[in-house]
C-alpha cells in the first residue's frame, strides 16, 4: 500500500515510519509511505508556499 503525505513538517512523519504498528509494516515493506514537501517545489528565495491576502484592507 503506498502513502503520499503532503506536509511541511515531513519531519513529523519519522517516527510514524520507525515505531509502532506502521513501522512494522514499513519495516515489512507492506506500507510505502512518502513525505512530499510542497516548499521543495517554490521558486521564491524565501520558499514561501502561502500567497498574500485577497480583500483585506490594512491600514485605514
Known amino acids: 500500500m503506498y502513502f503520499a503525505v503532503i ?3 515531513p519531519e513529523m512523519f519519522a517516527t510514524i515510519r520507525e515505531f509502532g504498528i506502521t513501522g512494522r ?9 512518502e513525505c512530499i514537501n510542497p516548499r521543495d517545489y517554490t521558486t521564491d528565495n524565501y520558499r514561501r508556499i502561502d ?3 485577497m480583500g483585506v484592507v490594512l491600514g485605514w
Do not use: D, K, N
Not at 509494516?25 to 510505502?32: D, F, G, I, L
Open 25 to 33: 509494516a514499513v519495516t515489512q515493506e507492506q506500507v510505502t509511505i
Open 51 to 53: 500567497e498574500r491576502l
Open 7 to 9: 506536509s511541511i513538517f
